[in-house]
C-alpha cells in the first residue's frame, strides 16, 4: 500500500471512530432524555376483560408552555388496534368504562372547572355530564349503568369572588373550608342537562386518602364513603366511614373509632364491607390493616395482617371470598390476594414496581402499571384466574431500547446489627477494581421507600393521578460516570412495622449510622472512590442531607431539597402540625432539647461542604422558610452556598420546566465539585 493509500484508509478509520465514539456518546442518557420518558397510568380494564384503557402523561415544553399533557388510549389486552381516544389541546384522565362496556367516562377541564366526561370506546364527540362549579375531583358509576356518583368541592362562597376581585378579601385561618361533596347524577335520562343531587352537607368532607373515598352497594340503592371533617392535610386521622342512602341521602354511621378508616369497597352480594383501618390512634408512621363489617352494622373483624401493614385495598374478587391489596415490600410493590380466611398470597409480578392498579367492573381483572429498574413503564392486565400479566402498550419503546446501567440491590450490616437494604447504580463504562465518584440520593417520608422504579424516569412513583417527581436523575449521573446509591435507612416502608418505626425520637441518630455504614459498604466493594463522594436528598432526605453537613467532612458536595432543617420552626409552620410530635413523643414546648438536639440547624456551625439548595416557593408542607435558614447559616460562615427557587412549586416540582431544571443543576452541579468539570451555566 503506497503513503498516500495508507494515508486516506488511516483518516477514514480515524473518521468512523470519531462517529462510533459520537453515536455512542449521543445514545447516553441526560436530563433532556430523561424528561422525554411518558407516564402510563390510570390503568383500566374493560368489564369483559377484552381492552384496556390508560393514560399516557408526557412533558410539553415550548415557547409559552410548561405542563404535562395527559391523554387517554385504547388497546386490545395484547397491545394491539392501539389508538388515542382523546388528543384535544386540554389534558384527559381518569377513565373508566360503563359497567356495559359501551361508554367510558373521563376527568377534563375543557371548561373553567374539571368535569366528568363521556366518550364511546370508538371516538367521536365527548359529551360533559357534570357542570360542577367548584369542580370534580372524582366519580363511580353505578352498577346498572344508569348513574353516576362524584365528589365536587364546594364553589366559593357568595360574594366572595367580588371580594377577591376588589382585594378585599381579608382570610380567617381555619375556617370557611371548601369541603368535598358526594354527589349523584342520572345518566341514563335523555335531557342533556341532568340535575345532580348532593348527598352530603355539613361537617363532612369527602375523602380519598389512600384511594377511592366511596363505593356504591351492588344494589345501587346505597354508598358507603369515608370522611372527615375538614380538608385540611393534617385531618386524615380523624377518617370514619358511613353509608347514604341515594333516594333519601339519610346517612348512617358505619365505622367511627379512634382509628383513620379509609377505603371502603362493597362485597359482591352486598352483605359485607371491606376497608382499611389504621392503628390507634393514627400515626403518621401508621400501621394499618384491612377490616370487614356487616353492611348493615355491626362489630368489624380484622383479616390477616400484610407483611408490611400498610396495604392498599383494591377491591373484592367476583367470588366475594377474597379481596386485593397492593403493598410495598422491600424494593419491590407487589399485587396480593387476602381470603377472608387465612394469609395474604402474592399473584403477579414478584420483582419490579406496581402502580395505579384497578378492578374492573366484573371483577375478573386487574389493569396496572409495571416498570422494573431497566425497563420504563407501561400498561399492563391481568385475569384473576390466570396468574400472568398481560402487557398492553409500547409506549417507552425508544426509551427502552436505549440501555440503562446495572441496577442491583444490595444489604449490609448497620452499627446496631440492623440489616438495611439499597439500590447501587452502577456507572457507565463500570469496570470491576476501578473506584468511581458516589453519589447518595436519600428518600423523603421518613416513611418512604426507594423501589425498582425505571432509573430513566423523572418521576418516582404514580397512584391515583399523582406523581411523585425527583429532582435526582439517576440514570444521568449513571451516564457521566457516577455510582449511585439509594439507601432504605430505618424507618422506610417496605421492611415491616418495627423496622418503619425504628426511627422515633432519633431523626439523624441510627438512620444516619445506616446511611454511613451503606457507604463504607459500597467503598470495601471496590466501586465507590471516598474521595470523591456526594449526597442528597428533598424532604426528610433533604433534612437528613443537612444533618449530614454537621456531623460528618466525609462528602465533597451536597444538594439539599425541600428540607427540613429546624424542627421548632417547622412544626409552627407546616401545614401538618402533628406529625413532629407522633415522631417525637410530644410538642416542641413538651420536648424542647430532642426537638433542638435533632434539628440540622443546631449543628451547622463550622459546615464548609459546597452545598446547593433547591426549594418550592409555594411549598406548604416543608415552607420554604426551612430552606433560607439552612441557606443563612452557611452563607454568614463563607461555606460555598447556592439557593435556587423554584416559583409555583408546591413540596413537589411539577412543571416540566423547573423538573427539567433542578435535575440539571444537579447534575452540574456534582460534575464540577466531584469531577471537575466546568460548567458555563447550571443549565
Known sequence: MNPISRLLLTTLLLFISSISTYVAADDSWTVERMMEVKQVGGVQVSPDAGKVAYVVRSAVMDAEKSEFSSQIYLANRDGTDEYPLTQLEHSSDGPQWSPDGEAIAFLSKRSARTQVWIIRPRGGEARPLTDAKGGVLSFRWSPDGQRLAYVATDPLPDGREKQIKAKDDARIVDQDFLRSRLWVIDVGQKSDKPEPRNLTTGELSVSSEGGPGYDWSPDGKSIVFAHVTTPVADNWTKSD????????????????????????????????????????????????????????????????????????????????????????????????????????????????????????????????????????????????????????????????????????????????????????????????????????????????????????????????????????????????????????????????????????????????????????????????????????????????????????RRFQAASVGAAVTDLVSFSGTADIHTFLPSYFGGEPWEQDALYREHSPISHVKGVNIPTLIQHGEEDERVPITQGYELYNALKRQACPVTMVVYPRAHHSIQEPKLLKDAMQRNLTWFDEHLLGNQHTGAR
Open 241 to 552: 366511614l358511613s353509608v347514604v342512602d341515594v333516594n333519601s341521602a339519610r346517612i348512617t354511621p358505619l365505622a367511627q373509632t379512634g382509628r383513620a378508616e379509609s377505603t371502603p369497597y362493597y362485597s359482591p352480594d352486598g352483605r359485607w364491607i371491606a376497608y382499611v383501618a389504621s392503628d390507634d390512634p393514627p400515626s403518621w408512621a401508621y400501621d394499618s390493616a384491612v377490616y370487614v363489617v356487616p353492611a348493615a352494622g355491626g362489630p368489624p373483624r380484622k383479616l390477616a395482617d400484610s407483611f408490611d401493614h400498610r396495604p392498599e385495598l383494591l377491591g373484592w374478587q367476583a367470588t366475594g371470598n377474597d379481596l386485593l391489596f397492593r403493598e410495598n415490600r422491600g424494593t419491590t410493590t407487589r399485587l396480593y390476594r387476602l381470603p377472608l380466611e387465612g394469609e395474604p398470597q402474592g399473584i403477579g409480578h414478584d420483582s419490579g414496581v406496581v402502580s395505579d392498579a384497578s378492578l374492573n367492573a366484573t371483577r375478573t381483572a386487574l389493569g396496572f402499571s409495571f416498570q422494573t429498574a431497566d425497563q420504563p413503564i407501561e400498561a399492563f392486565s391481568m385475569r384473576l384466574d390466570r396468574s400472568e400479566p398481560m402487557k398492553a402498550t409500547q409506549i417507552n419503546q425508544e426509551a427502552s431500547q436505549r440501555p440503562v446501567t446495572r441496577t442491583e440491590v444490595i444489604h449490609w450490616q448497620s452499627s446496631d446489627g440492623k440489616t438495611i437494604e439499597g439500590l447501587l447504580t452502577y456507572p457507565a463504562g463500570y469496570t470491576p477494581g476501578q473506584k468511581y465518584p458516589l453519589l447518595v440520593v436519600i428518600h423523603g417520608g421518613p416513611a418512604g421507600v426507594f423501589t425498582q422504579t425505571f432509573v430513566g424516569s423523572p418521576v418516582t412513583s404514580t397512584s391515583g393521578g399523582r406523581h411523585a417527581t425527583t429532582t435526582y436523575p439517576v440514570a444521568a449521573f449513571a451516564a457521566r460516570g457516577f455510582a449511585v446509591l439509594r439507601c432504605n435507612i430505618r424507618g422506610s416502608s417496605g421492611y415491616g412495622k418495627a423496622f418503619r418505626h425504628a426511627n422515633h425520637k432519633d431523626w439523624g441518630g441510627g438512620d444516619y449510622q445506616d446511611l454511613m455504614a451503606g457507604v463504607d459498604h459500597v467503598i470495601e466493594l471496590g466501586v465507590a472512590d471516598p474521595s470523591r463522594m456526594g449526597v442528597m436528598g428533598w424532604s426528610y432526605g433533604g433534612f437528613m442531607t443537612s444533618w449530614v453537613l454537621g456531623h460528618t
